[in-house]
């Protein structure tokens, strides 16, 4: 049973910094995806970022490149995802999600597992 646990969320000034985390369990991860998603209110969730967990390929949304930064932790099976230069508009429920895609998925559906997602607030 893979699980995905987030934490790190919390209410930050514009302009400031966070790193979310997301531990990773069930099984091994050699052959997955792992990515963050947010979901802002009333917005449909969208792709922020991933990893290929075996080679450590990256990439982004248009969005949020130069701004986050993600990264893994093979010892530790936990993804982080680290954010500055924070936006009101970055306000969200960020979720962490595992695929098992040989590509570079940016799709809800390209992922099969879920975190109950972490909330980050950006104030202005």
């Known amino acids: 049973q893979v699980q995905l646990v987030e934490s790190g969320g919390g209410l930050v000034q514009a302009g400031g910094s966070l790193r979310l985390s997301c531990v990773a369990s069930g099984r091994t991860f050699s052959t997955y995806v792992l990515a963050w998603f947010r979901q802002a209110p009333e917005k449909e969730r969208e792709f922020v970022a991933a990893?290929?967990?075996?080679?450590?390929?990256?990439y982004y949304a248009d969005s949020v490149k130069g701004r986050c930064t993600i990264s893994r932790d093979n010892d530790k099976n936990t993804v982080y995802l680290e954010m500055n230069n924070l936006k009101p508009e970055d306000t969200a429920v960020y979720y962490c999600?595992?695929?098992?895609?040989?590509?570079?998925?940016?799709?809800?559906?390209?992922?099969?597992?879920w975190g109950q997602g972490t909330q980050v607030t950006i104030s202005s």
């Open positions: 999600a595992a695929g098992a895609i040989p590509y570079t998925g940016t799709r809800t559906y390209d992922y099969g597992y």
């Open positions: 990893v290929k967990w075996a080679s450590g390929y990256t």
